[in-house]
């Protein structure tokens, strides 16, 4: 029999009504988001993707990606940063396939806890078609507030990124959507995430889930720097500290194996991984200047307050 190969575009499109027939047939709740959901909705102009992103309900998502894996799909290898410092989804990849599968635990910025957020999204629930095929996602609101959470990222993009923008403008005319959003972030947790786009809508957020000071933190380092410098530093909180010069020497400078799982792009030659491993100390510092100066700016923002 002829095969013949999946173009990219066709891959992700087949690839959420995949998602979406698994979830189906394993009785898994599941939440299409970002790609296609938001073109579909009218949030974000269409684009090329390279993933389908799929929100799986915290109980489900072992049996959904046990399911997956029954069709040959795989996690993308060891990764040794991620066991420690961990991550808000797994990537399925498919050697049939060309693109992945991002299977979503939880979705940054949302600070309620995990099962209380999934169940309010899942509450909005709503369908699209794609690739011919019905599949479920959130509401608009839901997916703007993930769209305005992926947009707000890193801090410099308040209010200068494209994605950021298009989105206050599309917003500003929908009063409506916007109101949706302000009841979504109240029962979330994301209030304090989602405050830069709602300053810039004039919008007063609604009482609601107060995060904790932690995850607050937590949110404030991780968008102070593009690294996992945030995340490191929640990751070493957790430790004893006669626990800390060990995994620090581990982090700062990892072995050769540990540094390709997580950067197999890099040659492998010694000069290649002594530079690599000299900017990721670089990039490391950085991040954590950032975060301390984010750390000042937050606390003059709760004595103005």
């Known amino acids: 029999m002829t095969t013949f190969p999946l173009?990219?575009?066709?891959?992700?499109?087949?690839?959420?009504?995949?998602?979406?027939?698994?979830?189906?047939?394993?009785?898994?709740?599941?939440?299409?988001?970002?790609?296609?959901a938001l073109a579909e909705q009218g949030l974000r102009d269409p684009r090329r993707y390279a993933d389908v992103d799929v929100w799986i309900a915290p109980e489900s998502v072992t049996p959904f990606v046990e399911s997956l894996r029954a069709r040959g799909w795989h996690e993308r290898g060891p990764n040794w940063v991620l066991d420690r410092v961990g991550s808000h989804s797994i990537t399925l990849v498919n050697d049939s396939w060309p693109c992945d599968i991002d299977v979503h635990l939880r979705f940054p910025g949302?600070?309620?806890?995990?099962?209380?957020?999934f169940d309010e999204l899942w509450r909005r629930r709503t369908t699209i078609v794609v690739g011919?095929?019905?599949?479920?996602?959130?509401?608009?609101?839901?997916?703007a507030a993930v769209l305005a959470l992926h947009s707000?990222?890193?801090?410099?993009?308040?209010?200068?990124?494209?994605?950021?923008?298009?989105?206050?403008?599309?917003?500003?005319?929908?009063?409506e959507l916007v109101s949706d959003m302000l009841?979504?972030?109240?029962?979330?947790?994301?209030?304090?995430?989602?405050?830069?786009l709602f300053a810039r809508l004039g919008a007063t957020t609604r009482p609601g889930y107060r995060p904790s000071a932690r995850a607050l933190r937590e949110w404030a380092a991780r968008r102070a720097h593009m690294s996992r410098t945030g995340r490191w530093l929640s990751y070493f909180r957790s430790l004893s500290i006669r626990s800390w010069?060990?995994?620090?020497?581990?982090?700062?400078?990892?072995?050769?194996?540990?540094?390709?799982?997580?950067?197999?792009?890099?040659?492998?030659t010694k000069a290649a991984l002594f530079r690599g491993r000299v900017r990721r100390l670089v990039n490391g510092g950085s991040g954590m200047i950032r975060i301390a100066f984010a750390n000042v700016r937050a606390a003059k923002r709760r004595r103005t307050r």
């Open 152 to 175: 707000m990222r890193q801090e410099r993009n308040d209010g200068r990124d494209d994605e950021f923008e298009h989105l206050v403008g599309l917003l500003s005319e929908d009063d």
């Open 183 to 196: 009841d979504l972030a109240a029962v979330t947790g994301a209030n304090e995430t989602l405050a830069p």
């Open 7 to 36: 173009d990219q575009a066709a891959a992700v499109a087949l690839g959420c009504g995949l998602v979406s027939y698994v979830a189906e047939e394993a009785s898994v709740r599941s939440l299409l988001i970002k790609g296609h």
């Open 132 to 143: 011919g095929r019905t599949v479920t996602t959130t509401d608009r609101a839901g997916n």
């Open 245 to 268: 010069p060990r995994e620090f020497i581990v982090a700062a400078w990892p072995s050769a194996d540990l540094f390709l799982q997580d950067h197999p792009e890099v040659p492998h």
């Open 110 to 117: 949302f600070l309620a806890p995990d099962e209380d957020v």
